[in-house]
Nanobody
Framework: QVQLVESGGGLVQAGGSLRLSCAASGRTFSSYAMGWYRQAPGKEREFVAAISRSGGTSHYADSVKGRFTISRDNAENTVYLQMNSLKPMDTAVYYC?????????????????WGQGTQVTVSS
């Protein structure tokens, strides 16, 4: 079993930055592709970014390309989401997820494990 715990959310002004962290339990973190999702009130959960097991390949939703960067440190069992140039439309609860198969699953909102979420609020 894998447990994921997100942190780093908060309140930030438009144009600002935040870095989210997702800490995973277990010895097999490197066996999982990792991803980030977000869900705004009244809306469906949407894919944000994904990264391969080794960290060599990353994928992003069009809405965040050029602003967000996903990375991972397998030695620390942690995946990150660096969010720059934040906009009010980025306001949502952000969730971390893990999937054994790969990033193609994560891009289709398929995952084996997911975390509790962390709130990100961007003011105008």
């Amino acid at each position: 079993q894998v447990q994921l715990v997100e942190s780093g959310g908060g309140l930030v002004q438009a144009g600002g930055s935040l870095r989210l962290s997702c800490a995973a339990s277990g010895r097999t973190f490197s066996s999982y592709a990792m991803g980030w999702y977000r869900q705004a009130p009244g809306k469906e959960r949407e894919f944000v970014a994904a990264i391969s097991r080794s960290g060599g390949t990353s994928h992003y939703a069009d809405s965040v390309k050029g602003r967000f960067t996903i990375s991972r440190d397998n030695a620390e069992n942690t995946v990150y989401l660096q969010m720059n140039s934040l906009k009010p439309m980025d306001t949502a609860v952000y969730y971390c997820a893990a999937d054994r198969f790969g990033t193609s699953n994560l891009k289709r909102n398929k995952y084996d494990y997911w975390g509790q979420g962390t709130q990100v609020t961007v003011s105008s």
